[in-house]
């Protein structure tokens, strides 16, 4: 029976060390993977946490847009090897009005900043900064065993095991 390597990362610099030793497309899929999970925590958050208008206005997104619309995207400019960017945010701008199969589903979610910052007119309701507070650990925890997996997947498929 063939022996069985386990790698522990405890700190950044060992991180750093790891994934330098395994190829370029392994390393930068394994933590591109791994950060997208800990986004994930944050982006479900998000959109739990979003209002939802009580009632439909005449001229105003249907009520669940904004909820609809919370996102995370990964940011390739900001990304290399050993770092990876992901950005939980809202969808907003024309192009996202008219969807769906009968053109009438919207993601322009265009008043998110007055709900997530407030006007001189109307109390803020954070939706996003709460969510990160909230589930920063469980975010980091999910990068971290995410990866673990992806190391020891990667690990074995080198090795032949």
Do not use: C
């Amino acid at each position: 029976m063939a022996k069985r390597e386990r790698f522990e990362v405890k700190g950044a610099a060992q991180l750093v060390k790891a994934l330098q030793v395994l190829p370029d497309r392994v390393a930068r899929n394994g933590l591109r993977a791994s950060v997208y999970a800990g986004a994930k925590v944050v982006r479900d958050e998000a959109k739990r946490r979003a209002p939802i208008a009580k009632q439909s206005m005449p001229n105003q997104p249907p009520p669940g847009t904004l909820r609809r619309s919370v996102i995370m995207k990964h940011i390739r400019e900001l990304s290399s090897l050993t770092r990876q960017t992901f950005f939980v945010t809202v969808r907003h701008g024309k192009k996202y009005r008219n969807q769906g199969k009968k053109k009438n589903l919207s993601q322009d979610a265009w008043y998110w900043r007055f709900i997530e910052f407030g006007t001189r007119k109307m109390a803020a309701r954070p939706f996003l900064r709460p969510a990160l507070e909230a589930k920063r650990y469980e975010a980091a925890d999910a990068i971290k065993s995410r990866l673990a997996q992806r190391i020891e997947l990667e690990a074995k498929k080198l090795k032949g095991f």
